[in-house]
């Protein structure tokens, strides 16, 4: 186990490294100067050449690189060209939005998922699997923002249940945060709910067909009882690859979802710094979600190894 662990953790020291230099490479290429964008086209060379120094670009690239990774690691994200305010507390500030809403969002799922998923495969080919995966087709065609468009009209417009936007904060209580993130979750979840389901699903169906599966029934357990008791443990490994993957996207992905409901998160803070051309805000969060996808990769590949033995007893 501790060999499998100190694999994944250079991998995932490399990953972090190649990540870093990609996003500070594709952002750094993209045409335009921000100290001119702040100043304007008529600004004076002399006001732009001091401005330039100020921020720091006049600095060459690798020692632009440098310089951020290096504060990165002790913490400094460096300091916003727009707002002039340390990056790390604007991310502070939003990240108290986007993380409850990732993790509200991929609750929903989860909740939706494995009883749909478990039920289904529990009626291969009667009605209720039929429903299922007929749901799910839709909830897979439609994308999230039509679904947030719809909650919106239905409980915000029409029942007026709950808000059409903004964010009520923390300071009024957790029922208060959370009714506010509740319709933004939702609509973040159905979609994910929709795949996870179909993935639960076939994941049960092909261990329902395996060896040992068969040997249980033949001991005289039911179907019921093997699915329980052996198939459903074995099938969660490529369901946790499917829960990994789907945080990362609903804590970077949810950009869309934010701007519909002003939701002042990670997602709208990168849409507005990229309006304002505020690189060094972009580089700094894109990173944070990268590493925050890759950790997260990460311990997925932990649970892995609990999960399934033959993964931590591999030589």
Known sequence: MMRYTMGRLISLCLSLIVASIVIFTVVEVVPGDPAAYMLGVNARPDTLAALRSELGLDMSLPERYFAWTTGMMQGDFGQSYTYRTPIAAMIADRVWVSLPLALFALTLTIVIAFPAGIYAASRRGKLGDLGVMGATQ????????????????????????????????????????????????????????????????????????????????????????????????????????????????????GI???QIFFLPGLGRLIFQAISARDLIVVESVVMLLVFVVIVVNFVIDLTYAAVDPRLRLRK
């Open 138 to 253: 839709l909830g897979v065609a439609v994308p999230n923002f039509w679904f947030a468009m719809i909650l919106v009209m239905i409980f915000a417009i029409k029942l007026r249940w709950f808000s059409a936007g903004g964010f009520a904060g923390w300071e009024g209580g957790l029922l208060s945060g959370l009714k506010s993130l509740l319709l933004p979750a939702v609509a973040l979840a159905l979609p994910q709910a929709a795949i996870l389901a179909r993935v639960m699903r076939s994941s049960l169906l092909d261990m329902l067909g395996e060896d040992f599966i068969r040997t249980a029934r033949a001991k005289g357990l039911s179907r019921r009882q093997a699915l329980w008791r052996h198939a459903l443990r074995n099938a969660l490994i490529p369901v946790l690859t499917i829960i990994g993957l789907q945080f990362s996207f609903l804590l970077a992905g």
């Open 256 to 258: 869309v979802i934010e």
